[in-house]
């Protein structure tokens, strides 16, 4: 079975990149145009992209920037009005692709501050791993306390390294693996079952 996967907000692809190293067929999409490298990925805006080019999907991943989310969390950094309410124009379109794609599965990604903002659209996290809040619909995942220590915030990388808040935003592989693992099993079980029918 291959799933045909959609990483919205991709950028350095972190999030689909298990999916596609075991095969998946993955489409990626972003508006910043540095990431047109990254393989599988289109320029484009979440909110405009043409999505019945993708159909059928069976897994939609999204990562909508979380900088505003974590800057309102931290009170010592500057916040404006209206930016949350920003913020969440992106959540809602992620929302609105998922609505209209009906995917197996769907996982929509972001950190701590976001948790009071998300949650009032998509209720409480189905699930936290290290630093990163996960919201969707997808079979539960577990990690080794060595993987989920991978999957805080990379806020040590020196500066010196390039493309810092992309690589600081890279969702680590370890997850990525993780929710690739579990989908490929449930749909495994899922196809067993129908067999058996
Ligand atoms: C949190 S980062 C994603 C990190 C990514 N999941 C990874 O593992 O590398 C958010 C991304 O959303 C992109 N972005 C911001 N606004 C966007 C929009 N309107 N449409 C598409 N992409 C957008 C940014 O360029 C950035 O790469």
């Not at 689909?16 to 972003?30: C, K, N, P, Q, Y």
């Not at 969440?88 to 948790?115: C, K, R, S, T």
Request: net charge negative.
């Amino acid at each position: 079975m291959r799933l045909r996967v959609l990483d919205l907000f991709s950028g350095l692809g972190g999030f689909s990149e298990a999916f596609l190293r075991r095969g998946h067929e993955v489409f990626r999409v972003d508006n910043d145009v540095r990431f047109a490298q990254v393989p599988c990925t289109i320029i484009g805006d979440v909110r405009e992209i043409d999505i019945e080019q993708f159909v059928p999907i069976d897994v939609v991943l999204a990562s909508p920037p979380c900088e505003t989310f974590t800057r309102r969390h931290l009170p010592w950094l500057d916040a404006r009005d209206g930016e949350i309410e920003e913020a969440m124009l992106l959540v809602e379109a992620a929302v609105m692709i998922i609505d209209d794609l009906e995917p197996q599965f769907w996982v929509l990604e972001n950190v701590q501050g976001a948790v009071p903002h998300i949650s009032r659209l998509l209720g409480p996290p189905r699930q936290r791993i290290g630093s990163r809040y996960l919201w969707g619909v997808f079979p539960r995942i577990h990690l080794t306390p060595q993987e989920e220590r991978e999957c805080y915030g990379k806020y040590r990388l020196p500066p010196s390294v390039p493309n810092r808040a992309a690589e600081r935003a890279r969702i680590p592989y370890v997850l990525s693996l993780a929710l690739c693992r579990a989908m490929e099993e449930q749909q495994t079980l899922l196809e067993v079952l129908e067999d058996e029918r």
